[in-house]
């Protein structure tokens, strides 16, 4: 007897056992776009994480177009019904989706985990719709940065640039000495990418704000603004003459060989000069773009979660948003992608030191109220918006057209939503 009551126990505690878990397991399916290289590590990482935890996790992966396929199949998706558990959206269209009231409300998941003050409140505001959080951040990518080859601006006796009036000097010399001044692609939203950069460094963090951010009609059409294109048009001759079209990694590419010495591009170049062999502060330098010390323009991935009817899904979503913002997965992605983590109690010993000065800033931007979202990289506006103004500036770069007249355009492109 004594045998069969501890076998029977032994059954109901594995059957207990068992169905403990059946609830406490979920499957999360996640859609994405990060389907290469280190973003592909980094979600590799982020299922270790899930699994770990007792769920299933469902990867619905959509490569190419930057995210544009992911968002047509996902609309579909929400049309039928059937959204994913979580979805990889970033920026204003997280306030569009909150609009359409299918987004899952991870304030009490927010208040456990204290991200208030995990996070800098510029970042926070971007993930929540009206006060409630709908979305978790993964990264912060620093956008006006300028890479900088210093063995070419050694051979042509120049100094690297700290503002915009020193760089026609500097750009002058470099190819005076036989050199490409300026490694660029000719697509429009790296034309936006440089366009920002400059804004900033002309008008400040308060003038981009009001300009680029609230769009305000008088910020656009001023003489800053106008001063800003002015600028943006002596760039143009520093280009080489196969510029139209390039790809922006092909253009880094030009930096890294020694054949240009200066690009503007987000921290995501920095992959390019890592995958060469390149160590920075020796082969490459990552510096401020010019004249703006101590700003910082910045463009965050995230995830938002779509409402959940069951139970174990709703458990999933908490596992998924508390597993995004753990330190060590912080960690792992952000070394991963050359971005930084969105906390800022994140270790940053194993970063870099392109990585550590992009966090110092961070932290110093975010106190000093210089932390701004990249318009170019849909941070700031709705997209309508952001193709519009592209649009102005792509056009102006690659035309005669007056700076007086561009700011009108520019305006005018601002009322597009």
Same mark, same amino acid.
């Given at each position: 007897?004594?045998? $069969?009551?501890?076998?029977?126990?032994?059954?109901v505690?594995? *059957?207990?056992a $068992?169905a403990?878990?059946s609830?406490?397991? =979920?499957?999360?399916?996640?859609?994405?776009w990060?389907?290469?290289?280190?973003e592909?590590?980094? &979600?590799?990482?982020?299922k270790k994480?899930m699994?770990?935890?007792g769920d *299933?996790?469902k990867?619905?992966?959509?490569? @190419?177009g930057g995210?544009?396929?992911?968002?047509?199949?996902?609309k579909?998706?929400?049309v039928?019904g059937?959204p994913?558990?979580?979805?990889? $959206?970033?920026g204003?269209?997280i306030? /569009?989706?909150?609009?359409?009231g299918?987004?899952?409300d991870?304030?009490?998941?927010a208040?456990?985990?204290?991200?208030d003050?995990l996070?800098?409140p510029v970042v926070?505001?971007?993930?929540?719709?009206k006060?409630?959080y709908v979305a978790?951040?993964?990264?912060? #990518?620093?956008v006006n940065?300028?890479?900088v080859?210093? !063995? &070419?601006f050694k051979k042509?006796?120049?100094?690297?640039? *700290?503002?915009?009036?020193?760089?026609?000097?500097?750009?002058?010399k470099?190819?005076?000495a036989?050199? $490409?001044?300026?490694?660029h692609g000719?697509?429009?939203?790296?034309?936006f990418?440089? +366009?920002e950069?400059v804004?900033? @460094?002309t008008?400040g963090?308060?003038?981009?704000e009001?300009?680029m951010?609230?769009l305000?009609?008088?910020a656009l059409k001023?003489?800053?603004?106008?001063?800003?294109?002015d *600028?943006?048009r002596?760039?143009?001759?520093y280009v080489?003459?196969?510029f139209? @079209?390039r790809?922006w990694?092909?253009?880094?590419?030009?930096?890294i060989?020694g054949? =240009? @010495?200066m690009?503007?591009m987000?921290d995501?170049a920095?992959?390019?000069?890592?995958?060469?062999?390149k160590?920075p502060?020796?082969?490459?330098?990552?510096?401020?773009?010019?004249?703006?010390?101590?700003?910082?323009?910045?463009?965050?991935?995230?995830? &938002?979660?779509?409402t959940?009817?069951s !139970?174990?899904?709703?458990?999933g979503?908490?596992?998924l948003a508390?597993s995004?913002m753990?330190p060590? +997965?912080?960690?792992?992605?952000?070394?991963?992608?050359?971005s930084?983590?969105?906390?800022?109690?994140v270790?940053?010993?194993?970063?870099?030191?392109c990585?550590k000065k992009? #966090?110092a800033? +961070?932290v110093a931007?975010?106190?000093?109220?210089?932390?701004v979202p990249?318009i170019a990289?849909?941070?700031a506006?709705p997209?309508?918006?952001?193709g519009?103004?592209?649009?102005?500036v792509?056009? +102006?770069f690659?035309?005669?057209?007056?700076?007086k007249?561009?700011? /009108?355009?520019?305006a005018a492109a601002?009322r597009?939503?």
């Open positions: 007897m004594n045998s $069969i009551q501890r076998k029977c126990k032994l059954a505690a594995v *059957t207990l $068992i403990a878990f609830v406490q397991a =979920a499957e999360v399916e996640v859609l994405h990060w389907t290469s290289g280190g592909a590590k980094s &979600v590799a990482e982020l994480i699994e770990a935890k *299933t996790w990867d619905f992966a959509v490569s @190419g995210g544009e396929n992911a968002m047509t199949v996902l579909s998706r929400v039928a059937t994913p558990t979580a979805a990889q $959206i970033k204003p269209s306030q /569009e989706w909150g609009a359409e299918v987004l899952a991870l304030s009490g998941i208040k456990a985990g204290n991200w003050t996070l800098p926070s505001n971007v993930m929540k719709y006060g409630k978790v951040p993964v990264n912060v #990518h620093r940065w300028m890479w080859n210093p !063995a &070419v042509a006796g120049a100094k690297v640039p *700290t503002t915009w009036a020193e760089f026609p000097a500097a750009a002058d470099l190819q005076k036989g050199f $490409i001044a300026l490694a000719g697509q429009p939203w790296q034309d990418t440089v +366009f950069s804004v900033l @460094g008008g963090p308060e003038f981009y009001k300009s951010v609230k305000d009609p008088a001023s003489p800053t603004m106008e001063k800003a294109f *600028t943006f002596m760039l143009r001759k080489d003459k196969d139209s @079209g790809d990694n092909l253009a880094t590419q030009m930096v060989q054949k =240009a @010495g690009q503007f987000g995501w920095k992959g390019e000069f890592t995958a060469a062999g160590k502060g020796v082969d490459y330098l990552c510096v401020d773009a010019p004249s703006t010390k101590g700003d910082f323009t910045f463009n965050i991935d995230s995830f &938002v979660m779509f959940q009817s !139970a174990d899904s709703k458990k979503q908490e596992d508390n995004i753990s060590g +997965f912080q960690e792992i992605f952000n070394l991963n992608k050359g930084i983590p969105a906390r800022l109690d270790s940053m010993d194993k970063f870099d030191d990585a992009s #966090h800033d +961070f931007a975010s106190k000093a109220g210089s932390l990249s990289h849909q941070m506006v997209a309508a918006t952001t519009a103004m592209q649009d102005v792509t056009q +102006f690659n035309s005669d057209m007056a700076s007249q561009a700011v /009108e355009k520019l601002a597009v939503n």
